[in-house]
């Protein structure tokens, strides 16, 4: 019988073919935490009463979600990760390097693989052809310690995208109209597997956003066949060595088959106070905004800001909005600043924030006033997620979130 | 087990229960477990008694791995979260915590009722409005994990994952 991409990678991972449905135990190639959920790691971690990690240089601690720490507290569970990383050797992802998922997709996880990370938005290595799933700190502190974690093999929706998008959208809009279509909890504890023309057309950066974003679903993990595109995308990160790729059998059996027709998709944004309350830009009333954010693990990259750039140039900002960018890495920053990027932004009265993952926690930088709207390119809308219940989150493509910033209410021109 | 339901509905978010403005707090659990669930209810932590039930809709605890969500509502002395789905990360997190959270259709459960939650039999009885309740089965793996107090006890119990008998 026929696997999926899912159990085909967790397959390689447990020793023996598996299927949808099993309780296995699987071998994990990665583990990470970041400042949020790995001092709790490190806490049950000790408890284990283990000396040593099962595979440090593949453990990486992550501050990103207060980075730079805004406040005391947070600054000691910082000196947690700092000497947890020193004692054990596990790989220390610092202030300013950039949120984990952008570092995890450069730098750390290859297709094949199985990266377990404390942190929801774990799903966007499955970009890249690796079963990435979020879990909570405890799992990640066993997996760190023994190497091995438990799963249950999800099922497979199959999401076939086929034909071109319209000028100007994005990944973004096709996610949230995917997420609109099948609801939040649409695909709890199921695997996406995406595929389909416009999916082997689509560039790296705009498959991490649909990986990013399968958990917004209630998805366990967002999975892409590695090709191509991700082969030369290890090779500018200078691994094209770690390239394989794992294909599903063609008579791989599918709890659903979702087809989408990429020239349907509008400008689509998710308006409060869930990801999954969709509507096209073009059915909204005029909707007013304070502030715009650019940037985060779903629409931080290079690409996005350059999308934002090309809208932006020589242009300014409503002087009603504060507009908020955030590139997602140390290196997405360099390119911003050699392509010349951050100029634009600059000059068009943009804040610049440095990397990480911004206001969208809701921890620091950026808080929302009561009553206050904010586009943003995240992946969460959630009541309170921006630090204050009294405020409204609307979620966009980076496209629309530059004419939003231009415009100064909710606008893909 | 006997307490009182305090009724939430579909969608309560891992911000609604431990909010991310409250993320300094997440490194002193006892303080951040009288804030818990605020963001839903403001006064549903000062209200509470121990072992009353947490009772919602759909998708509980959908949005963000931490594990702090499930921590403090287990320290606030909730019997159960009793819903009728749950998210996938905060289920697994309960679990390995040893929160009980129990899937049931919870239309016949309004706010304030008493109710008796007997996980042996698998119903829940509202003993304000008489209506029996048939809780889903408990998976044997969560079943295993809660008897063994937790993920931690079990593998330091096991010294491995010994899941499947």
């Known amino acids: 019988m026929g696997q999926t991409l899912a159990e085909k990678i967790i397959s390689n991972h447990a020793g023996k073919n598996v299927k949808a449905g099993e309780l296995v135990i699987a071998k994990v190639d990665v583990c990470a935490v970041q400042d949020g959920t790995g001092p709790l790691t490190v806490q049950e971690f000790k408890k284990l009463g283990k000396s040593k990690l099962n595979n440090p240089e593949r453990t990486i601690l992550f501050i990103d979600h207060a980075s730079p720490s805004p406040r005391k507290e947070l600054s000691n569970t910082h000196t947690v990760l700092r000497e947890f990383s020193k004692e054990y050797g596990a790989v220390l992802s610092d202030v300013g390097a950039g949120v984990c998922h952008q570092r995890l997709v450069e730098t750390f996880v290859n297709p094949g693989e199985i990266l377990v990370g404390a942190d929801s938005h774990t799903c966007t290595s499955g970009a890249l052809g690796a079963f990435a799933t979020g879990m909570g700190s405890t799992d990640i502190a066993v997996a760190m310690a023994l190497g091995k974690t438990w799963l249950k093999v999800p099922s497979t929706f199959k999401i076939e995208v086929t034909g071109k998008f319209k000028p100007g959208i994005c990944s973004k809009d096709l996610m949230l109209h995917l997420i609109g279509m099948i609801g939040a909890d649409g695909a709890t504890y199921r695997a996406l597997e995406f595929c389909g023309d416009t999916i082997d057309n689509m560039e790296m950066s705009e498959r991490f956003t649909l990986a990013n974003m399968a958990v917004e679903a209630g998805a366990k993990a967002g999975l892409f066949v590695a090709d191509d595109k991700t082969k030369a995308y290890l090779k500018s990160r200078g691994r094209e060595d770690k390239f394989s790729s794992i294909k599903p059998d063609e008579d791989a059996i599918y709890e659903r088959i979702i087809k989408i027709n990429a020239e349907d998709i509008k400008h689509t944004v998710s308006c409060p106070h869930t990801v999954d309350n969709t509507k096209t830009v073009d059915e909204l009333e005029k909707v007013k905004v304070d502030q715009v954010f650019i940037g985060t693990c779903t629409n931080g990259r290079i690409e996005d800001l350059r999308i934002v750039a090309d809208i932006l140039k020589g242009k300014k900002a409503n002087p009603d909005v504060r507009l908020l960018i955030c590139p997602a890495s140390k290196d997405v920053y360099l390119k911003a600043l050699d392509e010349g990027l951050i100029n634009i932004f600059v000059d068009a009265n943009a804040a610049i924030l440095p990397p990480g993952c911004g206001p969208c926690v809701g921890v620091h930088a950026g808080t929302l006033a009561d009553g206050e709207v904010c586009l943003a390119t995240q992946n969460r809308n959630f009541q309170g997620r921006m630090g204050n219940t009294k405020g409204f989150i609307y979620l966009s493509s980076p496209y629309v979130a530059a004419y939003t910033a231009l415009r100064g209410y909710i606008s893909a021109e | ?165």
């Open chain 2, 1 to 165: 087990m006997r307490g009182k339901a305090f009724k939430f509905g579909d969608n309560i978010s891992t911000d609604h229960i431990a909010p991310g403005r409250l993320f300094h707090l997440r490194s002193n659990l006892e303080e951040f477990a009288k804030h818990v669930l605020e963001d839903a209810d403001e006064t549903f932590a000062t209200r509470m008694q121990k072992g009353d039930f947490v009772v919602a809709g759909n998708n509980f605890g959908l949005g963000s791995s931490r594990e702090h969500a499930p921590q403090i509502i287990k320290i606030a002395g909730v019997g159960a979260v009793i819903a009728k789905s749950f998210a996938r990360i905060f289920y697994r997190n309960a679990i390995n915590i040893g929160l009980l959270a129990i899937e049931c259709d919870t239309d016949a459960i309004d706010a304030g009722d008493e109710l008796d939650v007997d996980i042996e039999k698998g119903v829940i009885t509202n003993i304000t409005n008489g209506a029996v309740i048939q809780i889903e089965p408990i998976p044997p793996v969560m079943r295993k994990m809660l008897s063994d107090g937790g993920l931690v006890e079990h593998i330091k119990k096991h010294g491995d994952f010994k899941l499947n008998d």
